[in-house]
């Protein structure tokens, strides 16, 4: 079947040090990925995407790794600042073209 | 710009009986869709509509529906509320249904008692 997975459920950093937060997915046709943001009482928000040609995408902070082949993604977020602290989803179109979420990453960052 | 809003903020409810939720796209957004994210989980994709038709639903029962009216709104509908109903409702606004990227709103708390 169709699925996202987060590998931890809570991640904790220092300050200023780089995080990395990994999925993986089962759904080897899945061509788009999406990692969302959510802070506590909000909805999810849009933070970076990559296409499946592609292995790697940047922003502003962070960058997507795709792994085709062990069918893996991650999250890194460079100089993680207290305002990172959130609940991180990894988001993968299934089948049906529609959104499959896996259950989130709690970073919390620590001062 | 305004962003996706949505109706109510918080909301209770007793088991039996009916709830609307209701969601107002970002300006241009012709799609909206519609997720169930309860505490501790991922959201769940409940609906998507697309020019006031169904394109695609989840694996949710009967008991759900929902419409989008012809300024793009949207209302979700829940009859029969069973205490496992309580969840935050996200909707996700996207410029037509083929884009895969969404914009979510704040969400609806809804709590059965």
């Known amino acids: 079947g169709e699925s996202v997975g987060l590998h931890l459920p809570t991640l904790s950093v220092q300050e200023g040090d780089n995080s990395i937060i990994n999925c993986a997915y089962s759904n080897s046709a899945s061509d788009y990925f999406i990692w969302y943001k959510q802070e506590s009482g909000k909805g999810p928000q849009f933070i970076i995407d990559i296409r499946s040609n592609m292995d790697k995408r940047q922003g502003q902070r962070v960058t997507v790794l795709l792994n085709k082949t062990v069918k893996h993604l991650s999250l890194q977020i460079a100089a993680t600042q207290p305002g990172d602290s959130a609940v991180y989803f990894c988001?993968?179109?299934?089948?049906?073209?529609?959104?499959?979420f896996g259950q989130g990453t709690t970073l919390q960052v620590k001062p | 710009d305004a962003g996706v809003t949505q109706s109510p903020t918080h909301l209770i409810k007793t088991r039996g009986q009916h709830v609307t939720l209701r969601c107002s796209p970002i300006s241009g957004h012709k799609s909206v869709s519609w997720y169930q994210q309860v505490l501790g989980q991922g959201p769940q994709f409940i609906f998507q509509?697309?020019?006031?038709?169904?394109?695609g639903r989840g694996n949710f029962p009967d008991r759900f529906s929902a419409r989008q009216f012809p300024n793009y709104s949207s209302e979700l509908n829940v009859n029969a509320l069973l205490l496992g109903d309580s969840a935050l409702y996200l909707c996700?606004?996207?410029?037509?249904?083929?884009?895969?990227?969404?914009?979510f709103g704040p969400g609806t708390r809804l709590t059965v008692t």
């Open positions: 988001a993968g179109i299934g089948y049906t073209g529609k959104l499959i």
């Open positions: 509509y697309y020019e006031k038709e169904e394109r």
């Open positions: 996700a606004s996207s410029l037509s249904h083929g884009t895969y990227e969404q914009y």
